[in-house]
């Protein structure tokens, strides 16, 4: 059958022809006709069967059914039909296995129920057993449909997709393709542990960028530290460059031609104001010099008619010098006469002026021509004119601030609020163009836009103005400056001592004498536990625990704190019960004992060499815009007392007695007593504050700098009250004080560092502000009279003690500017230290630097 199908077939006709010699045309058409339609059947049959070879099913399946349509109904075709209708069989039952896969159920069906049908191949095994398979809930899933089927293809294209963002480094890609997955298939496990994967990703990178972060700033703190060699100061050239010769419109571009162009001889003798303004106007183009295109040389001039006339009548025709002013007339200007004027080398401005004097004209400059009008005529016409300005355009207008008060006053005055103030509404746009020169007359108005759009009524020499300033600002690179003050304080403490303590107890010297050490005296007291134990098992007076030691022949010698007295301040802070300072003696660093016939002899030998060093850097900045102020507070705010209620004694006093035991008890006064009590309070902000207003130079090199850095630390209390005390007496009848309470009144102490000055500085240099540098000395002599003064034994009755303090403070300050995206405007950021200058090709006073010879 198979071969059948593709064997050529030929169609024959009998008796169709006249006299059945041969075909009637209609015939052989007919013939034709069926033979191409075998061949187009054929056609479609092979490229079923390559699509069935592809298992494209469903191409196949259309194949087939073509085929079979094209094929010609006739008996000599009919093998070549059962192929085809077999061939159509095998497609739909593999199509319908597939749709049975995917869960298109009725698809399947219709499919089988067609290849079973009566005329097809009701008998088809595979059609049957494909039938039973639908049916069968084992074999077939009932609750599979052709959504869900896609929904699967679609998550897995989805986690595919989101896989390969993932092993990309592209995290956020990846996690809205597992995001559309959990869309369709809201359980999906594997987009779940996917987002997992991508959380712990991002997390080690967010470690790795706070070790960064901390490293980083850890680092500034070290750099803080840096004092940098200052570079080479360039030289200041003047570039003296005039207008922008690109400028060819304008106000102030025709006013500079008109004051720059120069007529070398005028002579106008009964002339008309047409033909002088011809003149000049020829001229000017000859001695322009400003414009380099020949087009553009030279001033345009329009001589214009009065506005109205004044009585309704025309013009008389009378000149200049007849008395009468023709232009009330409402004549022409141009025919006024000139009598006569004769100028040497005056500039065009000039010309104008005498010309306009001897005419009853004046002259006023628009964007593109010089207009003569009348006298009489006064004002400008209104024009209306759209620019685009940048977003902050109302903010640059407004850099100066919000005092409009003289540029004397304090910009750093306490506005009555604590910390930092509210934002301030700005004023209206057409407050701050007249703040920048801006001139509104009757009529004229601004708007600005919240999208950028500036809209201006004014006067042409005033839009002209406005256009000057708006480019100042677009073509201005945005930039601020960041001011970084440091408080660098290095301080340290040198203590040197050394000294000797001699106890010598009674020993016998023979008869009846007796000798031994000095009386303990008015230096400081010794205790036993300094001195080494009594040598054999004997005593020495006074040698026992915590007691002092008497017969030290250098008692009277200061040591430790004894010689060096601590700062007042701190010695009174380290005591807030108002006692004395505690003082200790330096340490014994050797001892030695020896023994007479009956006594003993001990020295110990105090030595201390100490260093303290307390080294503090502290290092406020703020980036602010340039002519804007603006503070940073790094504060806690500390709540003290300032007044107190005095305490309140009782008008009667009784008296009780307290027994400790029953052979031992006290007797005391008691009353009751309130202690002083605050009552009012006030706030101290402790901490870092920095207020700043720069100034950026027109060469983005200099910045002008007020600053108010200040530093407010608390130390700690001073306690001013006294105790209350009241007399008793113990179990033995002596008189004892007892204290009532302590009554304390405690006050802080604050330390402060602040500078408040104004200064110039370049882009990216280090300028020391303030500065202090002290050095205390305290040097400590004593000896023993006579043992003192004996040559080299008399040090061992010596003792010598010096104390150096020695601190300096500095204050630097470093400004650079920076660019918008927070990057140093010149040069890298070397956090203080002098910014080298960069070369660019252009002249300083366009914002560039010239180039500095390189360091070796």
Do not use: C
Request: no cysteine; proline share 6%; charged share 25%.
């Amino acid at each position: 059958m198979a071969l059948a199908a593709t064997m050529p077939a030929t169609v024959s006709l009998s008796h169709a022809g006249e006299g059945g010699y041969g075909y009637s045309s209609l015939a052989q058409r007919e013939i034709i006709r069926r033979q191409n339609a075998v061949a187009q059947s054929d056609k479609l049959l092979i490229e079923g069967r390559e699509a069935y070879a592809k298992q494209d099913y469903q191409l196949a399946v259309e194949k087939y059914r073509q085929a079979l349509n094209t094929l010609p109904d006739a008996p000599s075709l009919a093998d070549r039909r059962v192929s085809y209708t077999e061939h159509l069989s095998d497609a739909s039952v593999a199509l319908a296995q597939e749709y049975r896969k995917v869960g298109k159920y009725e698809e399947a069906r219709v499919l089988l129920d067609g290849v079973l049908s009566a005329d097809v191949d009701p008998n088809n095994i595979a059609a049957k057993a494909e039938l039973g398979y639908l049916d069968d809930p084992i074999r077939t899933n009932p609750a599979l449909t052709y959504e869900h089927t896609k929904n699967v293809d679609e998550v897995r294209r989805g986690l595919y997709m989101a896989q390969g963002n993932y092993d990309l480094g592209k995290y956020d890609d990846a996690k809205v393709e597992y995001e559309k997955i959990l869309r369709v298939d809201p359980y999906n496990t594997a987009a779940r542990r996917g987002m997992e994967k991508l959380a712990s990703a991002k997390s080690d990178y967010y470690r790795a960028a706070y070790d960064h972060t901390r490293a980083e700033l850890l680092m500034q703190v070290d750099q803080a530290w840096e004092l940098s060699v200052p570079a080479e100061v360039p030289t200041f050239t003047d570039n003296g460059l005039g207008p922008n010769s690109d400028d060819t419109g304008g106000v102030a571009y025709i006013t500079e031609k008109l004051r720059r162009i120069v007529i070398p001889r005028i002579d106008f003798e009964d002339t008309t104001v047409e033909e002088a303004i011809d003149f000049l106007r020829l001229r000017s183009a000859e001695l322009d010099t400003l414009e380099l295109d020949p087009d553009k040389k030279g001033v345009n001039f329009v001589i214009r008619r009065p506005r109205a006339d004044v009585g309704g009548g025309q013009s008389s025709g009378l000149d200049a010098a007849s008395g009468a002013d023709p232009l009330l007339g409402g004549g022409d200007p141009g025919s006024l006469r000139i009598n006569e004027l004769r100028l040497r080398n005056v500039p065009l401005a000039v010309a104008l002026k005498y010309i306009g004097d001897a005419t009853k004209l004046r002259y006023k400059v628009d964007d593109f021509a010089v207009t003569l009008v009348p006298q009489t005529e006064t004002g400008e016409d209104l024009f209306t004119r759209t620019f685009r300005v940048p977003p902050d355009f109302a903010s640059m207008l407004n850099s100066g601030g919000e005092t409009t008060g003289s540029s004397d006053a304090d910009p750093f005055a306490d506005t009555g609020g604590s910390g930092v103030g509210t934002l301030q509404a700005r004023p209206p746009i057409i407050d701050l163009l007249k703040q920048s020169g801006i001139q509104f007359s009757d009529g004229s108005s601004a708007t600005l836009g919240s999208s950028g759009t500036l809209l201006i009524t004014n006067t042409p020499s005033e839009l002209d103005k406005i256009e000057q300033l708006i480019e100042t600002f677009v073509n201005r690179q945005p930039k601020q400056v960041k001011i970084t003050t440091k408080f660098v304080e290095i301080s340290q403490e040198n203590n040197d001592e050394l000294g000797f303590d001699w106890v010598v107890t009674p020993f016998g010297l023979g008869g009846d004498v007796f000798g031994s050490g000095g009386t303990a005296g008015n230096g400081s007291g010794r205790i036993g536990t300094d001195f080494v134990s009594p040598v054999n098992g004997s005593t020495v007076s006074g040698i026992s625990g915590t007691d002092d030691v008497s017969n030290i022949v250098t008692s009277g010698l200061r040591s430790g704190d004894y010689a060096v007295s601590g700062n007042s301040i701190d010695s009174i802070l380290n005591n807030p019960d108002r006692t004395a300072q505690s003082s200790t003696v330096a340490p014994g660093i050797l001892g030695l004992t020896g023994l007479f016939s009956d006594g003993q002899v001990q020295v110990i030998m105090r030595g201390l060499a100490q260093k303290k060093g307390t080294d503090l850097m502290t290092a406020p900045s703020v980036t602010a815009r340039s002519g804007q102020k603006a503070t940073i507070e790094v504060i806690r705010e500390f709540i003290y007392p300032t007044e107190y209620e005095p305490p309140e004694l009782p008008t009667t006093v009784g008296s009780s007695t307290t027994s400790d035991s029953l052979l031992t008890g006290s007797s005391s006064s008691s009353f009751p007593v309130t202690p002083a009590t605050p009552t009012a309070f006030e706030t101290k902000n402790t901490g870092v504050t920095l207020e700043i207003e720069p100034t950026i130079g027109e060469n983005d090199f200099v910045i002008d700098l007020r600053f108010l850095p200040e530093i407010v630390e608390f130390e700690g209390f001073i306690n001013y009250g006294s105790p209350i005390q009241t007399p008793s007496t113990d179990a033995l009848g002596n008189a004892i004080t007892t204290v009532i309470t302590e009554n304390r009144i405690e006050m802080p102490v604050f330390s402060k560092r602040s500078v408040n000055t104004s200064l110039t500085i370049y882009d990216g240099y280090t300028v020391a502000v303030g500065g202090l540098m002290r050095e205390d000395v305290q040097n400590v002599e004593d000896k023993v009279p006579i043992l003192g003064d004996i040559p080299i034994i008399g040090r061992l009755f010596q003792t010598k003690g010096e104390n150096r303090i020695k601190s300096n403070l500095i204050i630097f300050v470093t400004a650079q500017i920076i660019d918008a995206t927070g990057r140093p405007l010149r040069g890298s950021d070397s956090g203080g230290g002098a910014v080298p200058v960069t070369s660019g090709g252009g002249d300083f006073g366009d914002g560039v630097l010239p180039p500095l010879d390189p360091i070796e």
